[in-house]
T-cell receptor, first 116, second 115 residues
Framework: KAGVTQTPRYLIKTRGQQVTLSCSPI?????VSWYQQTPGQGLQFLFE???????NKGNFPGRFSGRQFSNSRSEMNVSTLELGDSALYLC???????????????FGEGSRLTVL | EDKVVQSPLSLVVHEGDTVTLNCSYE??????LLWYKQEKKAPTFLFML????IEKKSGRLSSILDKKELFSILNITATQTGDSAIYLC???????????????FGQGTILTVHP
């Protein structure tokens, strides 16, 4: 069973640019969550999608956005990049639906973004 | 928003030592407490704890939850160099629509095991 796949694995951007990251969840998983990991702040929740709908959003500025497609694949976009956006962006999938517990999250290996 | 605090933040031991990692949490609609191990990139699941006093065990790792005192510990016995990693504790809580997919993580404990 394939795991959560994230692309690209590494990327370098400059301030002001925008970036799009992609996440393919485990087959059958309909919930996709995104997290930002930095040395100072640890893992912080960005947002969660289920059946193409954003159900939950963390405390990040509007420059951070995402979407989910009908095949459950998800993308997140960061516009007008700032130096502080340099981080490891992790995607996680789960079976969760609104009727069930959130349960275990299965993480991808992340996309390492460096903003210069 | 609930806060999760881990201690110590870093720990250096030698192979064969036993370590205890701590995690305290706040309780607002608590649902479960999870432990993850992060070696290089992807955090990998270790344990999910929902009931107080019931130890979960996997090989040399074990974990227990105390819902009265609001903490959990992760024990690793006979440590090996392969145990070197960041150990993350996370709280899952039930707040209806505002909790979907959201785990609140502690800052992690960096464990280094020397040969």
């Amino acid at each position: 069973k394939a795991g959560v796949t994230q692309t690209p694995r590494y990327l370098i951007k400059t301030r002001g640019q925008q970036v799009t990251l992609s996440c393919s969840p485990i087959s059958g998983h309909r919930s996709v969550s995104w997290y930002q990991q930095t040395p100072g702040q640890g893992l912080q929740f960005l947002f969660e999608y289920f059946s193409e709908t954003q159900r939950n959003k963390g405390n990040f500025p509007g420059r951070f956005s995402g979407r989910q497609f009908s095949n459950s694949r998800s993308e997140m976009n960061v516009s007008t990049l700032e130096l502080g956006d340099s981080a490891l962006y992790l995607c996680a999938s789960s079976l969760a639906s609104w009727l069930q517990d959130t349960g275990e999250l299965f993480f991808g290996e992340g996309s390492r973004l460096t903003v210069l | 928003e609930d806060k999760v605090v881990q201690s110590p933040l870093s720990l250096v031991v030698h192979e064969g030592d036993t370590v205890t990692l701590n995690c305290s949490y706040e309780v607002t609609n608590f649902r479960s407490l999870l432990w993850y191990k992060q070696e290089k990139k992807a955090p990998t699941f270790l344990f999910m704890l929902t009931s107080s006093g019931i130890e979960k065990k996997s090989g040399r790792l074990s974990s227990i939850l105390d819902k009265k005192e609001l903490f959990s510990i992760l024990n690793i016995t006979a440590t090996q160099t392969g145990d070197s990693a960041i150990y993350l504790c996370a709280e899952d809580y039930n707040a209806g629509g505002t909790s979907y997919g959201k785990l609140t993580f502690g800052q992690g404990t960096i464990l280094t095991v020397h040969p």
